[in-house]
């Protein structure tokens, strides 16, 4: 059993570390305590990019990069369904950093620890998705690295890295807690994160949320819907504007809604602990394909997701907290939901996405790494692609999809 264990080697691309003293590290837009400390002298492990390129390359007199890639023994992935975990102690290798991805890999945690009696849980390389496993107790988080006498601790790696429909996610999403429940011998959802809403309350005005920033223009909510849904819902409760003044794009689309001063506006959470926090003390929510989107799983919190490029089927798995609507288009080169996650760059150097570039993906390989400033405030303000153009023109009947949707809640 423990050859098994360690008989696979980590695919995730993983560096080794070592600091001449003692050193401590927080990951911005977490909880504080999310920190972590290392001591001198010990081999680390790190799969943050952003950690090794802006604290680890800057500190050469502090940390001493090993050359070689490292890689770890771990469960190989043929292994994964019929190993039984019952009795020892898990480690899992996060591949991303993504807030949804996270959000659904708690979920599958939460369900194996239901089918195994396991001795302890731990994640490492969570990087900004820390304080999304800091919801559930029990699970030991390493959010920046991994030190080798913590790894000794643990009887199984597990490098989620191998998870075979993570490969072509740039252009077709996962449900990652349904994939990965069925790469674990089909274990059944966890029973402490219900598929169904939760109530809403009788006994007060409720509190509402519009949430309608995502990463991407291409599936940011025009600021037009935002405006119709505000204006909406405002009689079932009280509304507040949830933004991020952290993102480029957050700044741009305060600017370009102007709310009235009497509407309650969140620029920005502290953190992502702060985010889910916030989610939680809501009761009900309008979203955008997001990562809040995908927050709300974990609190059964009832309300309408607006989807464009994604497919809601998908996203949303079992769940059915959020009412589900896609934006109708079709087009030359695509239609909704034609899957696209990130926005693509042509020959010639323009960003966007097949729509608005007027290309079949084949000749659009190469996906917008880069912050492009310009770009952003040209598709989200200017020049939206085809499918969020068609959602701004029709932001008056998504208001009212989302006041019948609201309505429906309540006199169930």
């Given at each position: 059993m423990a050859d098994l264990a360690r008989s696979g080697q980590t695919r995730t691309g993983l560096l080794a570390f070592r600091a001449a003293s003692q050193f401590r590290f927080h990951q911005p837009g977490t909880d504080r305590e999310t920190e972590q400390s290392g001591r001198g002298g010990e081999t680390c492990y790190t799969s943050l990019a952003q950690f090794s390129r802006n604290v680890l390359a800057r500190h050469p007199q502090q940390f001493r990069i090993e050359p070689a890639a490292a890689t770890l023994p771990c469960l190989p992935r043929a292994a994964w369904p019929t190993f039984d975990f019952s009795g020892r102690r898990v480690l899992f290798l996060l591949p991303s950093q993504a807030l949804g991805s996270n959000v659904c890999t708690l979920?599958?945690?939460?369900?194996?620890?239901?089918?195994?009696?396991?001795?302890?849980?731990?994640?490492?390389?969570?990087?900004?998705?820390?304080?999304?496993?800091?919801?559930?107790?029990?699970?030991?988080?390493?959010?920046?690295?991994?030190?080798?006498?913590?790894?000794r601790r643990y009887d199984v790696v597990v490098d989620l890295g191998h998870l075979e429909s993570r490969r072509d996610i740039d252009i077709w999403p996962v449900d990652m807690e349904g994939e990965l429940l069925d790469a674990f011998g089909g274990l059944p959802p966890s029973s402490d994160h219900p598929a169904e809403p939760r109530p809403l309350p009788a006994d007060r005005p409720l509190r509402i949320a519009v949430m309608p920033l995502s990463s991407t223009p291409m599936r940011t909510l025009p600021p037009a819907v935002t405006a119709a849904l505000i204006d909406a819902l405002k009689g079932h409760g009280a509304v507040s504007l949830c933004l991020n003044d952290n993102q480029h794009q957050g700044r741009l689309y305060?600017?370009?809604?102007?709310?009235?001063p009497e509407l309650p506006v969140i620029d920005a959470y502290p953190s992502v602990g702060g985010l889910l926090r916030g989610i939680r003390g809501f009761d009900y929510a309008v979203l955008a394909d997001s990562g809040p989107a995908h927050m709300t799983k974990l609190?059964?919190?009832?309300?309408?997701?607006?989807?464009?490029?994604?497919?809601?089927?998908?996203?949303?798995?079992?769940?059915?907290?959020?009412?589900?609507?896609?934006?109708?288009?079709v087009g030359p080169h695509c239609a909704t939901p034609c899957g696209l996650a990130k926005l693509r760059i042509a020959a010639d150097g323009r960003v966007g996405c097949m729509g608005s570039l007027a290309l079949p993906l084949e000749q659009l390989p190469r996906t917008a790494q880069a912050a492009d400033p310009a770009a952003v405030e040209r598709l989200l303000l200017r020049e939206p692609i085809p499918c969020i153009a068609r959602m701004r023109d029709m932001a008056s009947d998504i208001a009212a999809i989302a006041e019948a949707d609201l309505s429906q809640r309540r006199s169930a």
């Amino acid at each position: 059993m423990a050859d098994l264990a360690r008989s696979g080697q980590t695919r995730t691309g993983l560096l080794a570390f070592r600091a001449a003293s003692q050193f401590r590290f927080h990951q911005p837009g977490t909880d504080r305590e999310t920190e972590q400390s290392g001591r001198g002298g010990e081999t680390c492990y790190t799969s943050l990019a952003q950690f090794s390129r802006n604290v680890l390359a800057r500190h050469p007199q502090q940390f001493r990069i090993e050359p070689a890639a490292a890689t770890l023994p771990c469960l190989p992935r043929a292994a994964w369904p019929t190993f039984d975990f019952s009795g020892r102690r898990v480690l899992f290798l996060l591949p991303s950093q993504a807030l949804g991805s996270n959000v659904c890999t708690l979920l599958f945690l939460a369900a194996l620890r239901q089918r195994f009696r396991l001795r302890g849980l731990g994640v490492f390389c969570a990087g900004a998705a820390a304080d999304i496993y800091r919801t559930v107790r029990g699970i030991e988080v390493f959010t920046l690295w991994l030190p080798a006498r913590d790894l000794r601790r643990y009887d199984v790696v597990v490098d989620l890295g191998h998870l075979e429909s993570r490969r072509d996610i740039d252009i077709w999403p996962v449900d990652m807690e349904g994939e990965l429940l069925d790469a674990f011998g089909g274990l059944p959802p966890s029973s402490d994160h219900p598929a169904e809403p939760r109530p809403l309350p009788a006994d007060r005005p409720l509190r509402i949320a519009v949430m309608p920033l995502s990463s991407t223009p291409m599936r940011t909510l025009p600021p037009a819907v935002t405006a119709a849904l505000i204006d909406a819902l405002k009689g079932h409760g009280a509304v507040s504007l949830c933004l991020n003044d952290n993102q480029h794009q957050g700044r741009l689309y305060r600017e370009a809604l102007d709310p009235p001063p009497e509407l309650p506006v969140i620029d920005a959470y502290p953190s992502v602990g702060g985010l889910l926090r916030g989610i939680r003390g809501f009761d009900y929510a309008v979203l955008a394909d997001s990562g809040p989107a995908h927050m709300t799983k974990l609190f059964a919190l009832p309300g309408l997701a607006l989807y464009s490029s994604a497919p809601p089927s998908v996203l949303q798995g079992r769940f059915r907290n959020l009412t589900p609507w896609v934006v109708p288009f079709v087009g030359p080169h695509c239609a909704t939901p034609c899957g696209l996650a990130k926005l693509r760059i042509a020959a010639d150097g323009r960003v966007g996405c097949m729509g608005s570039l007027a290309l079949p993906l084949e000749q659009l390989p190469r996906t917008a790494q880069a912050a492009d400033p310009a770009a952003v405030e040209r598709l989200l303000l200017r020049e939206p692609i085809p499918c969020i153009a068609r959602m701004r023109d029709m932001a008056s009947d998504i208001a009212a999809i989302a006041e019948a949707d609201l309505s429906q809640r309540r006199s169930a």
